[in-house]
């Protein structure tokens, strides 16, 4: 772990990458009880810390830090890890791995605003939702050329691991980059290119690139290439302002000195759908209100726009501002990436002249004829702004839209539209015409990056949606999470490898298990033959396929069949699902309303063959290649092969995402997974569901899960004894060499732990997870046992030494006190014999007048006498008190220990609080957040309160519109009860039509036994004829000329049934149309009887003529040879004839049984319209009933 010296390199980013070394040294030493340490499942919080009191009957009670004593069931507790893994940067090298443990780790990572941290092999980033300065160029110079274990986690690292990687391993690399709309991967996409665009620039450059073609350096190339795809491809969603509604595929391309030599782009499923329809949260994409800006007025004059997005319907559905964008800068940015990208005026304006025409297109209207279904345009000015723009002539667009010519059979014909039709059509073609144009801006990009210089190795970057989970999910839902099951399965496959190689290196017994495998029932569900894709793609290519037949494959296929595929389960609220699918990160309801469409995605031919002679030439460009439906299924029986415009957008979905797998596999990739931490865009604000959610989706926790399963924790056999030998230091002989992987053997052996839970490798010990924790656990116990025991040895001999100096110390003070007295001593005797001479005559002097004073003396002693009698019992009444007050003294001495006692106790006692304040202090500014947004909650009520109030006034003046509208409605329900009632009799008199179809049929059987019996008849005749054919042999040459005219015969009548098939085709292509079948069906029958007829005429007349051949001359019977060829001819035409019928009359049934299908299912739906209508009836009267009540409530408190 660096320290806070080695971390400066990073300058103000250290604090947002790493701990400081304080608080790693805090936590090392905080008080922690592995035993009553856990977390508890809690239904408004998700996980909370708690203490545990006790477990009894597989229940446990714990006691929350917030102050809730929960009880719950044992499997609802998690243990926790201790303080020293508070903010672990790699969540794999945790003691316990459970998701309140990861939960917790990136929730208090994240409050420090350490946004990356490593979970084994991913690298999970939660959005700040601010400004954080860990990308500056002293943050890349910190990460240049440091292994992954050697810094902190950050994007750069992964960046630059790959990097290394790439130059050491000589191998191709990849770093997928995953999560939901709004979690970052854009940002973080745009901060891998700018790590290798700053560390692997090329050193020499050329002065000056072709003129006219690229504008910028490579560097600024690949750069540039994300202000362009952002407009075209970006757009605000409700959770992110600027969310990326494709996926893309960089790789970027490196020489042999690892400096940058080309790159290119691939991009997945653009959302298309969003240039016709956004939600009122939502806004279409960046361009079309970069555009209207005005920064350029020369464009709104030649895209004939405004500077107003409500002026076209298209794209002002939803908002038309984004707060956090300004969009003049952005479209200053987006015009210098085209010229730096090196795209010509004339591509440049192109691409413009297409945007505005699709803003156009939105604005086009058409109104239905008098008395007819067809639609006609209502206007034609926008029609001719959009001709401009496209190059086309205006009344030929409209013409093609309004009549678009269809293929029926062999020839075209004109087909009439209804106003539904037209706009279904307008709105497919600017999806067409967009999704074109932004895959051609992709292949132009690749092209201007793609410099020939040499190339060897490149590093992949993948920027794609993560898991979707909604309340309706449809088939572009089931793409992007079969996209993300593929991913998942790669990655699960690439960590066991790396794991089976490290094991296989090791020599570790290990059953092999696939993981990749855990995935493969609801893959192949969705791919294989026979799979969701399959039938889909099978059901678009009948004509009469629907929703209902595609789930009723589906279910009649998989349901109960594979544990993968489920039946939806109703609840309230839900949205109407059709199936469900275990996908690896929940159960997913889908929802196949219009699926067949979406995966056609029909366009108007007609439009689009204009498109492809249009003047503007990037629209014929990018139309040049397409083709008809029916030209591309031609094609498909020519050359087996699908048309580029015919192949299913599921099946072109396959290749891609195929060729992009092929590309992963290739590589050695790297993962990064972003997170929304919040949906309100917060800074620094964790909701744990939230998070969950995600951590499931995008796999984390599926590979702790497989963690789990393996050895995740590894140490090499010296480190693990210099670790641990503390443990168990006797079982390690001194002062002998002994091998380390032996010694781990014994130490390990001698510990009272789990021996299943690890394994003995050539040069490391592996750990089941948990088990690593365990030793941690044991070694700290150890260790605090071996630093008290040398604390108390290392302060007893210190104070021992101490005492020691002390007492030498007052050894060599008394000895200098002594010298120091005895020469004083003798230094004063010298000067006090002379004094003492004096001394003695003054004393004579004295002793004469003290005798003087010697009986005042007397008198005072017997004074003092009686005053020392009265100090005694003074004296002795003094000692008692002195005894009395030591008394005191012990006792209060005893309370003075007490109190200190007690005052260490309430130190601890104030630590404790400090804490606790400190946690109560970070609660405070929670609440007072939350007090914020309360207020901010009320003064938005106070504004709903005015706004229903007003809401209230309008409703009590609606009131009697809606009773006029409940008898409007009512009306309505009685004209379709006579809708009803007129196709309930069309419905019977079709029965009494099918009942003739059925006598008709009985009626050509009977004729075709009696044309059979009248055959068998005639076949005995000529046997007969056959006796005497031999007697003819000589006169075949004869009759060959006969024979090459009735060939010639037989060539006209195959011409007559080609014919004859070409009309029935005709016939089987009307069909679909209800009155057309009718007539189709009575020609046919009127058909048929005339060639009965006909026929039956024929047979008689061969029956005439057999029977005169019978006594015929040898003229005759050279004759009859003649007449027996015809006779085989027109036998073979009757058969062929009786086929056709039977063909046909079968085709008529079918048709009949058919439309009788039909009007069953057009009744059914008007009985569920009529239920519906009544409901609503119904829920009207309830409406009015609760207004006439409350106007009464409100007429009440009035008065």
């Known amino acids: 772990m660096s320290t806070d010296a080695e971390m400066e390199v990073y300058g103000p980013a250290a604090i947002y990458l790493r701990k400081p070394e304080r608080e790693r040294i805090e936590a090392q030493t905080a008080p922690f009880d592995a035993k009553t340490a856990f977390f508890v499942v809690e239904p408004a919080e998700m996980y909370l810390k708690g203490k545990l009191v006790k477990r009894e009957g597989g229940k446990a009670t714990v006691d929350t830090d917030c102050g809730k004593t929960l009880t719950v069931k044992e499997d609802d507790i998690h243990p926790r890890n201790p303080p020293k893994f508070d903010k672990l940067e790699d969540m794999a090298m945790m003691t316990h791995l459970n998701e309140p443990c990861v939960l917790y780790n990136l929730k208090e990572r994240y409050a420090s605003w350490m ?4 979970s084994g092999l991913f690298c999970v ?4 939702y601010k400004w954080l300065p860990v990308y500056d160029a002293q943050v890349v110079e910190g990460y240049k050329g440091k292994k992954r274990i050697e810094a902190p986690p950050h994007i750069f690292s992964i960046s630059d691991n790959a990097y290394q990687f790439m130059l050491t391993d000589r191998e191709n690399q990849s770093v997928l980059i995953t999560g939901e709309s709004g979690a970052g991967k854009t940002v973080n996409t745009k901060r891998v290119i700018q790590y290798f665009a700053i560390i692997a620039i090329a050193t020499s450059k050329k002065a000056e690139q072709s003129a006219g073609k690229i504008k910028g350096s490579l560097e600024d190339q690949i750069i540039a290439a994300n202000p362009l795809l952002e407009a075209y491809g970006n757009a605000k969603t409700i959770r992110n302002d600027n969310s990326s509604r494709f996926g893309k595929f960089i790789r970027i391309h490196f020489g042999t000195a ?127 702004k959009i001709a401009y723009l496209l190059g086309l002539n205006s009344a030929d667009m409209l013409k093609c839209l309004c009549y678009p010519r269809v293929k029926v059979g062999n020839e075209m014909v004109t087909k009439g539209q209804t106003v539904p039709q037209v706009s279904n059509s307008v709105s497919a073609l600017c999806k067409s015409i967009y999704e074109k144009m932004f895959l051609w801006m992709v292949i132009r990009i690749n092209e201007m990056l793609d410099t020939k210089q040499a190339r060897q190795y490149y590093i992949g970057v993948l920027d794609i949606a993560g898991f979707e989970i909604f309340d309706y999910n449809s088939l572009e839902q089931l793409c992007i999470n079969f996209t993300n099951e593929k991913l998942q399965q790669f990655f699960n496959h690439h960590m066991f490898v790396l794991e089976q190689e490290e094991y296989k290196k090791e020599g570790i017994e290990w059953e092999f298990i696939d993981f990749g495998m855990d995935l493969a029932a609801c893959i192949e569900l969705i791919e294989k033959p026979m799979g969701i894709f399959s039938i889909l793609e099978e059901e678009c290519m009948f004509p009469k396929a629907s929703d209902t037949t595609f789930k009723n494959k589906l279910h009649d296929q998989h349901l109960g069949k594979t544990k993968a595929f489920e039946k939806p389960k109703p609840g309230k609220g839900k949205a109407e699902a059709h199936f469900s699918l275990v996908h690896y990160a929940g159960t997913v309801d889908y ?25 503007n030439k990037l629209l014929a460009l990018l139309y040049a290649s397409h083709f008809a439906a029916d030209e591309a299924a031609a094609g498909k029986k020519g050359a087996k092969k699908k048309g580029g415009s015919f192949q299913t957008v599921s099946c072109l979905f396959r290749e891609n995402l195929g060729k992009l797998m092929t590309n992963l596999r290739s590589t050695h990739p790297h993962f990064v997974r972003c997170l929304i931490p919040n949906e309100t865009k917060t800074p620094g604000l964790m909701e744990n569901f939230l998070v969950i959610h ?11 899960r497989i963690c789990r399963k393996g050895f995740p924790s590894r140490i090499l056999y010296g480190d693990f004894k210099q670790r641990y030998k503390v443990l168990n230091a006797s079982v390690i002989p001194e002062g002998q060499f002994i091998d380390n992987k032996k010694c781990a053997e014994k130490l390990l052996g001698s510990i009272d732990v789990d021996h299943t839970q ?108 009686k005053s020392k009698i009265q100090l005694e019992a003074k004296l002795k009444e003094t000692s008692e008190r002195l005894e009395d007050e030591e008394e005191m003294n012990a006792e209060l001495t005893a309370k003075k220990r007490k109190l200190e006692d007690e005052c260490s106790e309430l130190k601890k006692d104030i630590d404790d609080l400090e804490l606790t304040l400190a946690k109560v202090e970070k609660e405070k500014h929670a609440t007072e957040n939350k007090v914020k947004n309360l207020t901010e909650e009320m003064s938005s009520q106070d504004e709903s309160i005015a706004k229903l109030t007003k809401e209230k006034k309008a409703l009590q003046e609606s009131h009697q519109q809606t009773l006029d509208d409940l008898q409007a409605e009512e009306d309505k329900v009685n004209t379709l009860t006579k809708a009803k009632t007129k196709l309930e009799q069309q419905v019977d008199d079709l029965e009494g039509s099918l009942e003739q179809e059925k006598k008709l049929r009985m009626d050509l059987e009977r004729t075709k ?39 010639s015969k037989i060539e006209d009548e195959q011409s007559l049934a080609a014919q004859l098939q070409k009309k029935i085709k005709e016939l089987q292509a009307r069909i679909e149309e209800l009155e057309e079948e009718i007539e189709a069906e009575r020609a046919a029958r009127a058909k048929v009887e005339k060639q009965r007829a006909d026929l039956s005429r024929e047979l008689e007349e061969i029956s005439e003529r057999l029977e005169e051949a019978g006594g015929a001359t040898a003229s005759q019977i050279e004759m009859n040879k ?68 409350n106007m009464e409530a409100v007429a009440k408190s009035k008065g």
């Open 758 to 865: 690890y394994k003995f490798g050539h040069t490391k010990v592996f750990f089941k997870a948990g088990l690593l924790g365990t030793l941690e656990e044991l070694r700290d116990d150890k260790l605090a046992k071996l630093v008290t025991m040398t604390q108390a040895l290392a302060r007893g001999f210190v104070m021992r030494k101490v005492f020691q100096e002390m007492l030498l110390r007052r050894e060599s003070i008394l000895t200098v006190q002594y010298n120091i007295r005895s020469f004083m001593n003798k230094k004063e005797l010298e000067e006090k014999m002379v004094s003492l001479l004096q001394e003695k005559n003054d004393l004579q002097l004295q002793v004469a007048s003290e005798g003087d004073n010697l009986t005042d003396a007397e008198e005072r002693c017997e004074g003092l006498i």
């Open 1009 to 1047: 036994r009696k044309l059979e019996g009248d055959l068998k008849l005639s076949q005995e005749s000529v046997m007969d004829l056959e006796n005497d054919k031999q007697q003819s042999d000589e006169k075949i040459k004869k009759r060959d000329f006969e024979v090459s005219q009735l060939l």
């Open 694 to 704: 995600q951590l499931r989706c995008n796999g984390v926790l599926e590979g702790i």
């Open 1122 to 1189: 003649k007449r027996e060829a015809e006779f085989q001819k027109l036998r073979r035409d009757l058969e062929e004839s009786t086929l056709q019928h039977e063909a046909t009359a079968s085709s008529l049934r079918k048709k009949q049984a058919d439309s009788v299908a039909e009007l069953g299912e057009q009744i059914d739906n008007l009985q569920r319209v009529k239920q519906k209508l009544e409901k609503e009836k119904s829920e009207y009267k309830m409406e009015i009933d609760d207004l006439s009540s």
């Open 125 to 128: 980033v939660v959005n700040p």
């Open 115 to 118: 946004i990356y941290t490593y």
């Open 258 to 384: 690892g400096k940058l030599a080309s790159a290119d782009i691939e991009t997945y499923l653009l959302e298309k759908s969003r240039v016709t329809f956004q939600l009122s949260a939502e806004r279409s994409y960046h361009i079309f209100y970069q555009l209207m800006t005005g920064h350029k007025p020369e464009l709104l004059d030649g895209l004939l726009i405004t500077t107003n997005p409500y002026d076209y319907h298209m794209i002002s559905q939803g908002e038309i501002t984004v707060k956090s964008i300004n969009d003049v800068e952005e479209f200053i940015a987006t015009d210098t990436a085209i010229d730096i990208l090196g795209f010509t005026n004339d591509e440049k304006f192109g691409i413009y002249k297409l945007t505005g025409a699709v803003m156009h297109h939105g604005n086009m209207k058409f109104k239905q004829k008098q008395r007819e279904e067809q639609a006609e345009p209502d206007g034609n000015e926008v029609a001719d």
């Open 591 to 615: 929802n196949i309303t219009g699926w067949l469409e979406k995966n056609k995605d029909p366009l108007n031919d007609s439009v689009v063959q204009l498109y492809q002679k249009a003047s």
